[in-house]
């Protein structure tokens, strides 16, 4: 049988419960026509590029499927005539990815790396940015600054 990789998106005011549930209908209706669902992965509330119907964002699951073109064709009637389904992809390929995909280790790879340290965390401040106007060697800075620019100003009008 041939291999298919579906990604679909449902609604963002769907709740994660009802998103299994809906993955658990699909993978039944592959299952009822003579085919399998080898990997299912739910990568969460996601942003998308572009407003679509409304939402910014959607919960996103992917399916690994071996199954007949007839169980993939009856699989998109349902994804299509479900009002929580925004979009969906399903492609044919010549074999099934084993272990995680590309989006999943991506995202553990960035849990691994650890947030970015903020403003405050892990930035040290230069001392040309520490002085300012309530800083007190500016302020003796400035008034030595201004009694020597007064000294010539005065010699000058002299």
């Given at each position: 049988?041939?291999?298919?990789?579906?990604?679909?998106?449902?609604?963002?005011?769907?709740?994660?419960?009802?998103?299994?549930g809906l993955t658990d209908t699909f993978e039944k209706t592959i299952?009822?026509?003579?085919?399998?669902?080898?990997?299912?992965?739910?990568?969460?509330?996601?942003?998308?590029?572009?407003?679509?119907?409304?939402?910014?964002?959607?919960?996103?699951?992917?399916?690994?499927?071996?199954?007949?073109?007839?169980?993939?064709?009856?699989?998109?009637?349902?994804?299509?005539?479900?009002?929580?389904?925004?979009?969906?992809?399903?492609?044919?390929?010549?074999?099934?990815?084993?272990?995680?995909?590309?989006?999943?280790?991506?995202?553990?790879?960035?849990?691994?790396?650890?947030?970015?340290?903020?403003?405050?965390?892990?930035?040290?401040?230069?001392?040309?940015?520490?002085?300012?106007?309530?800083?007190?060697?500016?302020?003796?800075?400035?008034?030595?600054?201004?009694?020597?620019?007064?000294?010539?100003?005065?010699?000058?009008?002299?």
């Open positions: 049988m041939p291999f298919y990789e579906s990604v679909f998106i449902a609604r963002q005011d769907v709740s994660t419960s009802q998103v299994d299952k009822d026509l003579g085919g399998s669902v080898t990997k299912k992965e739910s990568w969460g509330l996601r942003p998308m590029a572009y407003r679509v119907k409304k939402n910014r964002k959607g919960h996103y699951v992917l399916m690994n499927i071996d199954a007949p073109a007839e169980a993939i064709k009856e699989m998109e009637r349902q994804m299509h005539i479900n009002e929580d389904v925004i979009r969906y992809l399903t492609t044919r390929v010549d074999e099934l990815e084993e272990g995680p995909s590309a989006v999943l280790r991506a995202k553990e790879r960035d849990d691994d790396r650890g947030r970015r340290p903020g403003h405050d965390e892990g930035y040290e401040k230069r001392p040309f940015f520490d002085k300012g106007p309530d800083d007190k060697d500016a302020k003796a800075g400035n008034a030595k600054a201004g009694k020597a620019g007064d000294d010539k100003a005065e010699g000058g009008d002299e």
